[in-house]
């Protein structure tokens, strides 16, 4: 299972806002975006100055 996300973070590296690009049943996307709220990020800089940031992450998750 392929699961694809925007991740948006704030300069302090707290999670802004989430997007679900390519997802799964709404059962399992709830317990992945739970998750990805949890995360702190160190704060990303540019010329030593923390800045709010989004990037795309992929998730491949195998079922057994």
């Known amino acids: 299972m392929r699961f694809i ?3 948006c973070v704030e300069a302090q590296g ?3 806002d989430i ?3 390519r997802g799964q049943s709404e059962a399992i996307n709830a317990g992945i975006l739970a998750t990805l ?3 702190q990020y160190q704060p ?4 030593h ?3 709010p940031f989004c990037y795309v ?5 195998k079922t057994q």
């Not at 990303?44 to 010329?47: D, L, Q, R």
């Not at 992450?57 to 998750?61: I, N, P, V």
């Open 5 to 7: 996300a925007k991740i």
């Open 19 to 21: 997007t679900v690009v």
């Open 37 to 39: 709220w949890a995360w």
């Open 57 to 61: 992450a992929s998730f491949l998750f």
């Open 49 to 51: 100055r923390a800045v």
């Open 14 to 16: 707290s999670v802004r």
């Open 44 to 47: 990303y800089s540019i010329n």
